[in-house]
């Protein structure tokens, strides 16, 4: 059903009509009320949800139509009659007694919506809602959104898309919303209402298909469920989207953080036409800072400003190379349009001039910048050069000058015969240095590359390590940053100095630099600065391993800056507690091997070794697996590549044992055939004195394995697996991110319901879902807000129990939803009672298992055990008596329980010796309460006249004498129940029978 204003004559069949009152009917004669007959309803209601984004906010409408105009203005809206009546009444009170004084139609239009948008302007101003750079439209969705799906004002709304959802062989056109912590679709098609509502924190996978029928099709997977839209007039753009959204919960789970909008991006201009949101911009902004971070290799805090086609003379060739020139707050960077022809990174602290040159047809356009280090760079073919100049010039300004300079790269001169092939490597850089630029702003080019896989010389190797990786510029930028964290880190010890101490003798211990107190010390001093500057991270094994690496080719403080860009950069998640971003490569490495090795991968499979090997292998760069001379080429490639080579070199080392390895009949065979190979690769170029090798554990009768030249294996990985493609890697990551953090998430669920499942009454099914609604209630605090950080409730270092930990306003809301105590006004007093008699350590938090324990006697317990939790939970015998008769307020026998209360309070009465104080808890308990409402952690002191005290055991047999109280606390409790509709509640704002949280709810319209 809907309202609309139309003409006074046109009236249905069937119809309900309201009429202005007659002082408004003369001036707004055009404006009547109908309700529209079921059977046309339907179709309208239908044409409304596939036709117009913005129909079917509620089902009762006021809208205004101006004279000769097919335009209706939504004036207001209601989901009764009752509602939409007071909004006609209002509106006759306080809009059409002034309308009289207008003499034409034009002023009456102009003064209506005037005095609505005013209206809004005035709520807005008065709720302290902030104007914000939403279209127009874009709000109307936000509203609709927020109402057909009950989601607080806090959750944002990102996009929303026309799509079909498919429900079996059925599909249903509607509407799909985006929003930060929710995937939620809505239909209304003949006179059936359909929702769906899944949290981006459940997906465990997210997949865009192609089937026959239909080519484009986006499949939602969660634990339970399989979900199924299409249709989508631009579904690269929605699922692009819902990636993003899903590795943001993804985040979360991982880091306990919520989201935060940019609200520094630019405005759009007023009469923008695109229906987007602010924070989709936000959202395309992060994206594309993402990919040009990882393009250039630059801080991880650096934002794109933005990016134009262009062209750059590079003078090595002699040619104007076609590409893209970005810009961001500290940096300009270059990169051609044909992959690895050239590529060019100027931190704007290195920029001296900056200048128009003069434009010729040969030249349009023309900028030229100059360095400190006296390269000039041409750029041309710009398409808005003073806007780009007025850019860099403002980003200029706000660059300071650091004392941090770039040094020149120069190796030693060798002049022993056995060395000859180390000085020529080097004397190769020096011509390319001369060629194509030396330092942080050299032209990158195919030729740079080939020179690394060809070896970087040992004295270049650090300084060339700092540049390839980025951590040149995060070390320019951060002048007496690591000494500042040496010195704070000193004398400080927690878990991660415990394990940083007992892993620096285990790292390159053969390796003379380790072998005594000098090395040591400074690869302590790294490590520890790290985990002060990262917690989160802390100490890993392994960092020990590529640390100590590190310190052999670099400096102290660069070699934590190359650790820096390894652990936040260049290998994202590897070393966290949970090994997480090792574990999704793993998963990554083993689809590249079902694709690119498919006659060994069944094998693999079947004999487990894949995920043995690649932990390793990953962890360490080949490391701890191979030869240090010939690994630390293996780290040079890495360095300029990135983890490609790691993955090509890893499917390289398989393919070369594939007779082998399908030969073997166990894991351990195999892990035996891939040592001793990985134990032959060699480097006869090296210049460093053999180094024992503790992963060569072969015995003396076995023969040795013919040697593998390590360059050799490097140019065999590019030209068999150089198509990987990092794009293509970045994909596959994010799909075995979802299903690594799922089943780490699934492995802590499991481990905590296996060791509680013994304390209390409850059912392995019922401890995983509440462990997960306990979960979910935490994380939804990180995004919707709560009285106490959510970072500081959540530390990972505690036992799996004792990890995620609830406030009183939370303990609350779960209080209400489970608790079968919690009834009417006296619910939120309850809580606190039995929240404070829950956390014994008084830090006002309570954990998963201290939250079991008391509901576990509540629902499960005998009826002593009930008793004697209710009893425990009130200092006074007033609290005890006035919790009993507010707890039956909705009982259907609450008749005969509050005459039952009385009696047994009379009987306590009696029994109870007048004068004496009732004291269950020590007094000092009461005072100790969390942020509860008032009269909540206090008794009634004084009512009754004096002190007096019963005891357990006499309330227990007071109550027993009255087989209504008997049979009320004796009932049994379905938890299962409680469980779902408390999902349901948290997931849609109200409560709806379903089986599924996850499961599409369909109610008749």
Not at 144 to 149: D, R
Not at 410 to 436: M, N, P, R, T, V
Not at 839 to 852: A, C
Not at 904 to 911: D, K, M, R, Y
Request: charged share 25%.
């Amino acid at each position: 059903v809907w309202l609309c204003l139309s003409s006074v004559s046109f009236h249905l069949k069937n119809s309900l009509t309201l009429k202005p009152s007659p002082v408004g009917s003369s001036v707004f004669h055009h404006c009547v009320f109908i309700r529209i007959s079921s059977s046309v309803g339907l179709l309208v209601g239908t044409l409304d949800v596939v036709l117009d984004s913005s129909a079917r906010v509620a089902p009762y409408r006021i809208l205004y139509q101006a004279p000769d105009s097919l335009v209706y203005w939504t004036i207001a809206c209601g989901c009764s009659r009752k509602e939409i009546t007071e909004h006609w009444e209002w509106l006759e009170q306080n809009l059409l007694q002034t309308l009289s004084i207008f003499e034409n139609e034009n002023d009456i239009n102009t003064f209506v919506r005037g005095k609505i948008q005013g209206i809004i302007a005035e709520y807005n101003k008065i709720n302290g809602i902030k104007e914000d750079d939403d279209t127009e439209k874009f709000k109307e969705a936000i509203v609709k959104f927020h109402k057909l799906f009950g989601m607080p004002e806090e959750e944002k709304l990102v996009n929303y898309y026309s799509c079909s959802y498919w429900k079996g062989k059925v599909p249903r056109q509607g509407w799909v919303y985006l929003s930060i912590n929710h995937l939620c679709f809505y239909s209304f098609l003949m006179g059936r209402e359909a929702k769906l509502v899944i949290r981006w924190v459940d997906i465990t996978q997210l997949e865009k298909n192609a089937t026959l029928l239909f080519p484009d099709m986006i499949k939602v997977s969660t634990r339970s469920s399989e979900h199924f839209f299409s249709v989508f007039l631009n579904i690269s753009e929605t699922f692009k989207l819902m990636e993003q959204l899903a590795n943001i919960a993804m985040r979360q789970l991982l880091d306990n953080e919520g989201f935060e909008q940019d609200r520094s991006l630019p405005k759009l201009k007023k009469k923008s036409p695109k229906k987007v949101s602010a924070l989709k911009r936000d959202l395309d902004a992060r994206a594309k800072s993402e990919r040009y971070r990882a393009l250039f290799r630059l801080p991880k805090d650096e934002k794109l400003d933005g990016h134009t086609d262009c062209t750059l003379w590079t003078p090595f060739n002699k040619m104007h190379i076609l590409g893209q020139m970005f810009v961001s707050t500290n940096y300009i960077c270059f990169t051609s349009k044909e992959e690895n022809l050239c590529s060019l990174i100027i931190p704007l602290r290195e920029v001296t001039i900056v200048e128009k040159a003069d434009s010729s047809s040969v030249l349009p356009s023309p900028l030229s910048i100059s360095t400190k280090n006296r390269m000039t760079f041409l750029f041309a073919n710009l398409k808005d050069r003073d806007f780009l100049v007025q850019r860099i010039s403002d980003f200029l300004q706000q660059t300071t000058s650091k004392i941090y300079l770039d040094k020149n790269i120069s190796g030693s001169y060798i002049s022993s015969d056995d060395e000859a092939k180390e000085f020529l490597k080097e004397q190769a850089w020096k011509i390319h240095f001369a060629e194509y630029g030396q330092g942080v702003c050299m032209y990158r080019t195919e030729k740079t590359r080939d020179l690394v896989l060809k070896g970087i010389p040992e004295s270049m190797r650090g300084e060339l390590w700092l540049l390839f990786s980025g951590a040149i510029n995060e070390m320019a930028t951060h002048p007496g940053y690591y000494e500042d964290l040496v010195e704070k880190s000193m004398g400080k010890y927690n878990l991660a100095t415990e394990e940083i101490e007992r892993d620096l003798h285990r790292s390159l211990p053969e390796h003379p630099a380790f072998q005594n107190e000098m090395g040591i010390a400074a690869l302590r001093r790294v490590l520890t600065a790290y985990a002060f500057r990262n917690p989160n991270i802390g100490y890993c094994q392994a960092m020990n391993i590529v640390t100590s690496v590190l310190l052999l080719y670099a400096k102290e403080e660069e070699a934590f800056w190359l650790l820096v860009a390894l652990c936040e950069r260049m290998l994202p998640d590897y070393y966290n507690t949970r090994v997480v971003g090792a574990l999704v490569d793993q998963g990554v490495f083993e689809e590249l091997a079902r694709d690119y090795i498919p006659q060994l991968y069944d094998c693999m499979q079947d004999l487990g070794v894949i995920s043995t090997i690649s932990l390793s292998w990953f962890l360490t760069l080949f490391l701890s697996v191979m030869p240090f001379e010939s690994a630390v080429v293996v780290v040079d490639c890495f360095f300029c590549e990135g983890i490609k080579v790691i993955f090509q070199l890893a499917l390289a080392v398989l393919e070369a044992n594939v007779d082998k390895l399908l030969n073997c009949k166990d894991d351990g065979e195999a892990m035996t055939v891939l040592g001793r190979y990985l134990d032959s690769v060699t480097n006869k170029d090296s210049t460093l004195p053999p180094i024992p090798h503790l992963h060569s554990l072969l015995s003396d009768d076995v023969e040795p394995y013919p040697e593998v030249d390590i360059f050799r294996l490097i140019r065999s990985s590019y030209e068999k697996f150089g198509s990987i493609r990092a794009d293509l890697i970045e994909q596959m990551r994010f799909k075995q991110r979802l299903k690594v953090i799922q089943t780490l998430e699934d492995t802590t669920k499991r481990n905590v319901v296996r060791t509680i499942v013994t304390e209390t009454s409850f059912t392995i099914d019922e401890l995983e879902e509440l462990y997960a609604l306990f979960k979910a209630e935490h994380l939804t605090s990180c995004y919707w807000g709560g009285n106490s950080n959510a970072t500081e409730r959540h530390d990972p270092s505690l036992p799996y129990l004792e990890q995620y930990r609830i406030d009183f306003e939370q303990f609350k809301g779960m209080f209400a939803l489970l608790f079968p105590w919690a009834c009417g006004t006296h619910s939120d007093i309850l809580a606190a009672r039995l929240f404070r008699l829950l956390d014994e350590n008084g830090d006002l938090l309570i954990n998963f298992r201290e939250f079991v324990s008391g509901l576990s006697a509540a629902c499960h317990g005998d009826l002593t055990e009930k008793l004697k939790l209710l009893y425990k939970m009130h200092g006074q015998f007033i609290e005890l008596c006035k919790t009993m008769y507010n707890m039956f307020s909705e009982d259907p026998n609450e008749q005969d329980l509050y005459h039952a209360t009385a009696a047994v309070t009379s009987l306590l009465l009696e029994i109870g010796e007048v004068g004496k104080l009732f004291s269950i808890q020590p007094p000092n308990d009461t005072d100790r309460a969390p942020s509860v409402p008032p009269g909540a952690a206090q008794g009634f002191p004084g009512q009754l006249g004096g002190d007096w005290a019963i005891t357990f055991e006499q309330f227990l047999a007071s109550l027993l004498t009255e087989p209504a109280l008997v049979r009320y606390f004796d009932k049994p409790v379905s938890m299962m129940a409680r469980i779902t509709n408390a999902k349901n509640i948290r997931m849609r704002g109200k409560p709806i029978t379903s089986a599924s949280d996850y499961e599409i709810s369909t109610m008749s319209g």
